[in-house]
């Protein structure tokens, strides 16, 4: 297996034509597709984390009026596909806010202008959706008795939340989280319909100035592949570090 993979690595080398790689303005833009790829998804998800932490709390153990309509966001996130929804904010608000003068005239409509905040607002809100969900799993999964006897000793329910309840949820949700933010990774490559230049929009721009088309994909999987597995070991060395600070 090894020795297949070393001979299409050197076919790859040998056999494509990779001269555009030499050309300085290429580097930036590869540089610059990786920088708002990585950027984009570490801001959607430790926003979507924040969301999402509410969210499964208020279904876990929530009164009904916070449970039913976290309950239906996440319904919704879930149930629709994120393409659309990514182009539900862009062109609904984004086409909304130019008619609501106070907007026009504040200084948010510079940034209101630009793909980039519809983008984050779309990845953010479609994390916050599916983690939800598994937050509220994680948060029934806290054994009863811990916190019968954290109430009995007189510690108050924030507290209780903050030593008790989120350490163990957080706990036993990291292993989705890292896959959670892998697919994330992987769904970012929608931002470029919206004008965001991401790697994926690097990528096809390299294909239509050079008119080469496997090479530049190859190099877009190449790029995935590297982030995916720093995801992969981070999170692991997450799943490894918590349980020693919360036992």
């Not at 990779?18 to 430790?46: N, P, Q």
């Not at 609904?92 to 980039?116: C, V």
């Not at 990528?203 to 995935?224: C, G, H, K, N």
Request: hydrophobic share 55%; aromatic share 12%.
């Amino acid at each position: 297996m090894a020795a297949v993979a070393v001979l299409l690595v050197i076919w790859c080398a040998t056999s494509l034509n990779w001269t555009w790689l030499a050309s300085e303005k290429y580097h930036s833009l590869i540089l610059r597709g990786i920088w708002t790829t990585c950027w984009l998804l570490v801001v959607t998800m430790v926003l979507g984390m924040l969301l999402a932490i509410p969210l499964g709390l208020a279904q876990a153990a929530g009164p009904w009026w916070l449970a039913m309509p976290a309950r239906a966001f996440c319904g919704l996130v879930r149930g629709t596909p994120l393409l659309l929804q990514l182009w539900l904010l862009y062109y609904g608000l984004g086409s909304l806010f130019p008619s609501i003068p106070w907007i026009r005239e504040s200084d948010l409509w510079p940034i209101l202008r630009q793909a980039w905040p519809y983008a984050v607002l779309a990845l953010t809100l479609s994390v916050a959706g599916y983690e939800g969900e598994v937050m509220r799993g994680a948060f029934k999964g806290v054994p009863h008795g811990q916190l019968e006897a954290a109430k009995a000793m007189g510690m108050p329910r924030f507290t209780i939340f903050r030593r008790i309840w989120l350490p163990q949820a957080i706990q036993r949700v990291l292993p989705t989280l890292g896959g959670e933010t892998v697919l994330t990774l992987k769904a970012t490559p929608l931002v470029a319909t919206i004008t965001v230049v991401d790697i994926y929009a690097v990528s096809s721009r390299i294909r239509q100035d050079t008119f080469v088309v496997y090479e530049p994909l190859l190099l877009l999987a190449v790029v995935y592949m590297a982030i995916a597995g720093l995801i992969v070991l981070l999170f692991r060395w997450l799943e490894n570090r918590v349980p020693q600070k919360t036992a």
